[in-house]
């Protein structure tokens, strides 16, 4: 399969990258910047030219999307799989009085928007039998399930489960989820986390691959395939 890849940089999404590759797949692996963090994935790229290809593209400015889009149209790379897996944890603040709007503002155009803005230039590229949107969530994004706290980012995935189920109503021919990938120990997650994340992406290319069922009626799932609550 052909996945393309949001912040392949670092984290779930150089793990996803890493794994993807041992089991022979080709990635697409977007980073947002030339001076991102990115030695691991440079790296990789050397080593398996024909199976990682990097991308610039910055989630927030939509003409990188366009010309990302336009070098692989240019080059008649398919691609099978969306991974929409940058995102952001930006709130300084816990409580409510503290709020820093631009905080929010800026947790919803890169955990909402960003993954509407791939999904829209994206998704008409979509080909193969497995035609795939994975847009990574959070439990954080759980509404009958969250805890207090993180206002924003919590808000931010609830609203990305949304677009979820409104691309799974809206092309039945793409199967699309949104996936909590669990605790993972990446800059994100903090050293505490108990989830390795070359373990969570090893369960979201087993859902990929199919070597997991899952059920098509429910987008929101966990890294294992199991049913998530909205
Ligand atoms: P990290 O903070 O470790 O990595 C985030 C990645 O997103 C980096 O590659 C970063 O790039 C990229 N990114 C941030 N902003 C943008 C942007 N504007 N355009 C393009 N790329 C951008 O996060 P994780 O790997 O831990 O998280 C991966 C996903 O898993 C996220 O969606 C997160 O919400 C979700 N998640 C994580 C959990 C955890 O425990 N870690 C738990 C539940 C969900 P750069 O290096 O340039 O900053």
């Not at 995102?87 to 960003?114: I, Q, T, W, Y």
């Not at 791939?118 to 008409?124: D, Q, S």
């Not at 997991?212 to 909205?230: E, M, Q």
Request: net charge negative; glycine share 8%.
């Amino acid at each position: 399969m052909n996945l393309f890849i949001t912040g392949a940089n670092r984290g779930l999404g150089f793990s996803l990258t890493k794994q993807a590759v041992k089991r022979g797949h080709r990635v697409y692996a977007c980073m947002r910047a030339k001076n991102a963090r990115q030695e691991e994935l440079t790296k990789l790229s050397d080593a398996y030219p024909e199976q990682v290809q990097l991308l610039l593209l910055d989630v927030l400015n939509e003409e990188s999307i366009v010309s990302a889009k336009a070098e692989l149209q240019k080059q008649n790379k398919e691609v099978n799989v969306i991974i929409n897996n940058a995102a952001v944890l930006n709130e300084s603040r816990a409580n409510l009085d503290e709020l820093a709007m631009e905080e929010g503002l800026l947790a919803m155009d890169v955990n909402v928007l960003g993954p509407v803005r791939v999904a829209k230039h994206f998704l008409p590229l979509l080909t193969g039998e497995r035609k795939t949107i994975i847009n990574i969530s959070s439990d954080a994004g759980s509404i009958s399930n969250t805890y207090g706290g993180n206002y924003f980012y919590g808000m931010s995935k609830a609203a990305l489960n949304m677009f979820s189920e409104k691309l799974r109503l809206t092309y039945p021919d793409i199967r699309v989820f949104s996936i909590h990938p669990g605790w993972m120990h990446t800059d994100m997650g903090g050293e505490k986390a108990p989830l390795d994340p070359d373990i969570a992406a090893d369960g979201i290319l087993d859902i990929l691959e199919g070597k997991t069922v899952t059920d098509s009626a429910h987008s929101y799932i966990d890294y294992t395939g199991k049913k998530y609550p909205f």
